[in-house]
């Protein structure tokens, strides 16, 4: 029969797995402590979250590598993300008008390939393995 093609759920949620690691290490210092974008909590990389300034749920900047920083869960989910802080800090990280381009990006119609969602996948994985490993976590 030969292999079963994944279909494109399972390839999203893996996605959203590597993707959601890298932005919690990206920044996190050699013994996996990361902090939150919006309140500045320290905690360790495992226990934090991938936060989005535009919903996730609009696909064009869901693995957006600025629209997506580590928050803690007190921000991420009962603060709605502090959507007004971490526009603001987008400003100022990476230049005014970041946070409008970013909501104009995600309300673009873009459709995501199979090849997209692969080629994510083996990116993010790899950048995952090689911070772990740079970071001497598991």
């Not at 959601?20 to 979250?49: F, M, V, W």
Request: hydrophobic residues 30%.
């Amino acid at each position: 029969m030969g292999n079963k093609i994944k279909p494109i759920s399972k390839l999203k949620k893996e996605l959203d797995k590597w993707f959601s690691l890298y932005i919690r290490l990206r920044k996190a210092t050699p013994i996996g402590i990361a902090e939150c974008y919006t309140c500045g909590k320290l905690d360790h990389y495992k226990n934090l979250q991938c936060g989005h300034f535009q919903s996730r749920r609009k696909h064009n900047t869901r693995w957006n590598e600025h629209n997506c920083q580590v928050q803690c869960v007190g921000c991420n989910m009962f603060k709605q993300g502090e959507q007004f802080k971490f526009g603001t800090k987008l400003n100022v990280e990476y230049g005014a008008g970041t946070s409008h381009e970013l909501e104009f990006l995600a309300n673009q119609r873009f459709k995501f390939t199979r090849i997209d969602y692969e080629e994510n996948i083996r990116y993010y994985k790899a950048i995952v393995n090689k911070l772990k490993k740079d970071l001497g976590l598991e």
